[in-house]
């Protein structure tokens, strides 16, 4: 149906910069969003970043605000998530999630339908 790729992720000293990539494809034009949620070791998954696939709409948690950007190339069915100033706080698996309606909250992960493997970020102080 939707099949999620990512690549980037890994170690990186706090003030540093990673970009992380999620590719799409399959059914991807029943994709309504799709989002960056984080898991850190015995915390619940947190939701960072989210854009629509048609609008472009955008909405990030307040904890990455201003640092993280979040963005998509429609004709590749690509969305990145580029986190600059980077803190030891942002350690946690990052997921790529894909959301098929508009329904439900987009900053829930229960919501989100198809997820990619996930990776590590690793932020050193």
């Known amino acids: 149906q939707v099949q999620l790729v990512e690549s980037g992720g890994g170690l990186v000293q706090a003030g540093g910069s990673l970009r992380l990539s999620c590719a799409a494809s399959?059914?991807?034009?029943?994709?309504?969003?799709v989002g960056w949620f984080r898991q850190a070791p015995g915390k619940e998954r947190e939701f960072v970043a989210v854009?629509?696939?048609?609008?472009?709409?955008?909405y990030y948690a307040d904890s990455v605000k201003g640092r993280f950007t979040i963005s998509r190339d429609n004709g590749k069915n690509t969305v990145d998530l580029e986190m600059n100033s980077l803190k030891p706080e942002d350690t946690a698996v990052y997921y790529c999630?894909?959301?098929?309606?508009?329904?439900?909250?987009?900053?829930?992960?229960?919501?989100?339908?198809?997820w990619g493997q996930g990776t590590q970020v690793t932020v050193s102080s």
């Open positions: 854009i629509t696939w048609t609008g472009g709409s955008i």
């Open positions: 399959g059914r991807t034009f029943d994709s309504y969003a």
């Open positions: 999630a894909a959301k098929l309606t508009q329904f439900y909250s987009d900053y829930d992960w229960v919501a989100y339908d198809y």
